[in-house]
């Protein structure tokens, strides 16, 4: 029996991973009934790749060799996932992040469990680290330099993701800021923001128990799209960002400002090691979503 499941990494880094983490689960799931499973990944809108086809540097960010009979379609030519939807059955489709068919339905496959919006609270998920250990060896030596145990604030206010939203958002937030830093002011609180203007507003400020990450990050996010990065500029870039999940991941206490719950977090949360579940971790309380 032979099982293919059809994904896509066109959306930011925390969205990429938790594709890789759902998609591996499934195909798990798919092997202990029995199937042998093709993976296939859309690449060809990746907003961190644009100038040519070429996605070698993200087998040196993710562990891709854990998916099963992996196939890569980076150059838009999609064809070959409408074969395999003419050839096989549907049977499952998760939104935008993945779709199964299979040659075969068993009864087992009406007992797979797809993860959908609960991971930010569980604790029973597999631990399964899907980056490289390249990467991991350079997150935990710069974590190493910068101390042990931390507390964190994860800064990812939707609007400003257009740099005139900036300053406003700023100025709405930093007082959630200045009062989460004085009430831990015997913590280490590990700042992720990839915005100069917060950056700043944190130095010029009268608190000494934050930490930034001092990588020069773009504008925002989309800024990335138009920078043509070559592979190995990119590959630090990556590399930064994914710091900045792996330093979440070992904070005992985050406070998020966002709107929603992040696909950044998605590392954070099912990697997470601190001992402190993950209901406990946020402040402040989102709501529980259904499996």
């Not at 964190?152 to 937030?173: C, V, W």
């Not at 830093?181 to 100069?196: A, C, G, I, P, R």
Request: hydrophobic share 30%.
């Amino acid at each position: 029996m032979n099982a293919h499941i059809i994904t896509g990494l066109n959306s930011g880094l925390g969205d990429m991973y938790s594709n890789i983490y759902r998609v591996y689960d499934i195909q798990q799931q798919l092997k202990n009934l029995g199937y042998t499973v093709h993976v296939y990944i859309d690449f060809t809108r990746n907003p961190y790749k644009v100038n040519g086809p070429d996605r070698s540097v993200f087998y040196k960010i993710f562990k891709l060799d854990m998916l099963d009979n992996l196939t890569i379609v980076s150059n838009g030519d999609t064809s070959l996932f409408q074969t395999i939807k003419n050839n096989n059955e549907y049977y499952y489709n998760y939104e935008h992040i993945y779709s199964v068919y299979v040659d075969q339905k068993t009864t087992g496959l009406y007992d797979i469990h797809h993860m959908k919006h609960s991971w930010y609270y569980r604790d029973d998920l597999p631990k399964i680290n899907f980056f490289t250990d390249e990467v991991m060896e350079y997150c935990i030596n710069k974590r190493n330099s910068l101390g042990d145990e931390f507390y964190g604030i994860h800064y990812r206010p939707f609007a400003s993701d257009n740099p005139e939203n900036q300053e406003d958002d700023l100025n709405t937030y930093k007082n959630e800021i200045d009062s989460f830093l004085t009430l831990n002011k015997d913590k280490k609180v590990y700042v992720s923001v990839q915005f100069d203007i917060v950056k700043n507003y944190l130095r010029n400020s009268n608190h000494t128990n934050f930490i930034l990450n001092d990588y020069q990050f773009p504008l925002t996010f989309e800024h990335i799209r138009v920078m043509n990065l070559t592979d190995d500029v990119l590959y630090d870039y990556l590399k930064e960002t994914i710091f900045d999940m792996y330093m979440l991941s070992t904070c005992k206490q985050i406070y998020r400002i966002a709107n929603w719950f992040s696909g950044f977090l998605f590392f954070t949360c099912t990697f997470n090691n601190t001992g402190t579940p993950n209901q406990d971790r946020f402040i402040p309380k989102y709501p529980i979503t259904p499996l």
